[in-house]
């Protein structure tokens, strides 16, 4: 059993102020160059009448046929009319329109939540997958959002986009999102400072629109063959040619696919499950019901209660990869035991969900993680079991992490 652990636990929470770093900072190491271009897109999906086509275009139309290179991920909160919206000039609808004059970004116009069905993500994954480029508009809110952390991790983790963090409102940027960035070692663009009128609006995107620019240039033909070239190597040691750009996504999308469905519970996968009161027990995959995004499942002990947990609840049983735990990683970690019965079950460790605090690298390589419930009495969780105890506190390889829904539909199709 597990005691109580008292580990001085902190959020580890990082702060981004506003105006400690400028932008010339930007464009002199990283090479943005502001773009005076203003000619719209030819497939500009934004609408602009006669007396705004010097200002700015707020109004956007999404055309469902279009391929769209970029991605504007986006917390609702932060629009104008949200509880946090700074200005206009931080508006993310109003960022998304001004970029419409030179890309076609898509961005979602509906927000998810708890009772969305599939279909609903299956919109934005599709879109995910198509764009070339993944710009996050952060801000406290975003980082608190659970749909926006699944939208940064399916992007940047799973398929693996080039991803350009915007800071659109100063404060604290929660640490999973943080160490996201430190792992791309990509300095964030800085929107989060004061803008009142359109001219330093206009001057500011000119230079987001540079460092867009420069950075779908990452994805261009030439590149992408010439780092797959080496693969074309024969055993013989002579070159063949080098593979077409259509040939080398085919590869990288094999090898994504791959990767993904490793994290995705599949018919027949063992897996940890929710059951009831916030507790979590091993049982098996039957199927998984893409309408209102859940498992159907058989328990161990063949009860029949229980057997359709949302997907987010569910895990798979095995180790996890250690890059899939970071402070902030919500998990199921082991905590109590249940009695095994003769003929009907064996007895085990019950799971329960927790939030990681803080992590631990020890010098055997392996990672100790601290944490604490997530859910507690008044969420009507069981906290009366022999063992419980607030805090946590397991090796990274005890700990069971839920799929992404986004990988999940990309792995079932």
Request: glycine share 6%; hydrophobic share 35%; proline share 6%.
């Amino acid at each position: 059993m597990m005691g109580r652990f008292s580990c001085g636990v902190n959020s580890c929470r990082f702060k981004f102020s506003s105006g400690v770093e400028h932008i010339d900072h930007l464009i002199e190491h990283h090479g943005f160059r502001s773009s005076s271009d203003s000619s719209t897109h030819s497939q500009c999906s934004v609408a602009v009448s006669s007396e705004q086509e010097a200002s700015i275009p707020t109004v956007i139309f999404q055309d469902p046929s279009q391929d769209y290179d970029v991605y504007v991920s986006y917390c609702p909160e932060n629009c104008s009319g949200g509880t946090s919206c700074s200005s206009q000039y931080h508006d993310p609808m109003q960022i998304t329109a001004e970029l419409s004059r030179h890309f076609k970004p898509w961005f979602a116009s509906v927000s998810l939540g708890p009772q969305s069905t599939g279909d609903f993500y299956d919109d934005r994954a599709l879109h995910l997958q198509k764009v070339k480029l993944f710009v996050a508009l952060l801000s406290p809110e975003y980082c608190m959002d659970d749909q926006c952390k699944m939208e940064y991790q399916f992007a940047f983790k799973s398929l693996k986009k080039p991803v350009l963090p915007v800071l659109i409102r100063p404060g604290e940027i929660c640490p999973t999102i943080d160490s996201y960035i430190k792992q791309d070692g990509r300095v964030p663009f800085l929107m989060n400072v004061p803008i009142t009128q359109d001219v330093e609006f206009k001057e500011k995107m000119g230079f987001l629109v540079g460092a867009i620019k420069s950075m779908l240039g990452m994805v261009d033909t030439e590149v992408a063959s010439t780092r797959l070239n080496q693969l074309t190597i024969q055993d013989s040691g002579e070159a063949s040619a080098p593979p077409t750009y259509s040939e080398v996504i085919a590869m990288q999308t094999a090898n994504l696919d791959e990767s993904i469905r490793d994290k995705v519970p599949k018919v027949g996968d063992y897996v940890i499950a929710h059951w009831i009161k916030h507790s979590y027990f091993p049982a098996t995959i039957i199927r998984f019901i893409k309408e209102d995004m859940t498992f159907e499942i058989r328990w161990d002990d063949e009860d029949e209660s229980g057997r359709f947990p949302p997907l987010t609840m569910v895990a798979l049983n095995k180790v996890p990869n250690p890059q899939d735990i970071a402070v902030g990683t919500r998990v199921f970690f082991p905590q109590g035991s249940y009695r095994g019965e003769e003929g009907v079950r064996t007895g085990g460790m019950r799971y329960h969900e927790g939030i990681v605090k803080r992590i631990e690298h020890c010098s055997s390589n392996r990672l100790r993680c601290y944490g604490e419930h997530s859910k507690g009495s008044n969420d009507g969780k069981w906290v009366t079991y022999s063992g419980y105890a607030l805090e946590f506190c397991c090796f990274a390889e005890d700990l069971r992490v839920a799929p992404n829904p986004y990988d999940v539909l990309h792995a079932y199709g």
